[in-house]
C-alpha cells in the first residue's frame, strides 16, 4: 500500500529555514497532487503548498501557495525517487505546527480536501516544525 513519510522537521529561531521532505513508497499512480498540510494545536488543518506531478503534463510541476506562506515557502518535486520538498524559509512563530504530506490521485485538487478531484487521500504521519 502507498506510504507517505515526512522528514525535516525541528526547532528554530525566527528568520531561520527548514526543508521538510515527503517520500511516497509504492505509489504507481500517474497522475497525482501532493499537499502540504500543517495544523497547530486548537487550529483547523491548513493546505499550505500544492504541487501536480506525475502524469499531469499540462500543469506539471505547476504549485500554488496559501497567502500566509506566499513568498517564503518553496514546494518542489524530485520525480527520480517520487519525492516532496517543502523548503521554508523566513519562517515565523507563526509557522510552528505538526506538518503533514498528503497524495491524492488526479491533477484537480486546490489546497482543500473538498477540492480535491478523488476522494482518495494518502497520509504521512506528520513532523514538528517549531519557532521561537
Known amino acids: 500500500h502507498v506510504q507517505l513519510v515526512e522528514s525535516g522537521g525541528g526547532s528554530v529561531q525566527a528568520g531561520g529555514s527548514l526543508k521538510l521532505s515527503c517520500v511516497a513508497y509504492?505509489?504507481?499512480?500517474?497522475?497525482?497532487?501532493l499537499i502540504w498540510f500543517r495544523q497547530a494545536p486548537g487550529q483547523e488543518r491548513e493546505g499550505v503548498a500544492r504541487?501536480?506531478?506525475?502524469?499531469?503534463?499540462?500543469?506539471?510541476?505547476?504549485?500554488a501557495y496559501a497567502d500566509s506562506v506566499k513568498g517564503r515557502f518553496t514546494v518542489s518535486q524530485d520525480g527520480a525517487d517520487n519525492t516532496v520538498y517543502l523548503n521554508m524559509n523566513s519562517l515565523e512563530p507563526t509557522d510552528t505546527a505538526m506538518h503533514y504530506c498528503?497524495?491524492?490521485?488526479?491533477?484537480?485538487?486546490?489546497?482543500?480536501?473538498?477540492?480535491?478531484?478523488?476522494?482518495?487521500?494518502?497520509w504521512g504521519q506528520g513532523t514538528q516544525v517549531t519557532v521561537s
Open positions: 509504492k505509489y504507481t499512480g500517474r497522475s497525482f497532487c
Open positions: 498528503a497524495a491524492t490521485p488526479g491533477c484537480g485538487c486546490g489546497l482543500t480536501e473538498d477540492s480535491f478531484e478523488d476522494p482518495l487521500v494518502y
Open positions: 504541487i501536480r506531478a506525475g502524469g499531469c503534463k499540462t500543469y506539471y510541476g505547476d504549485s
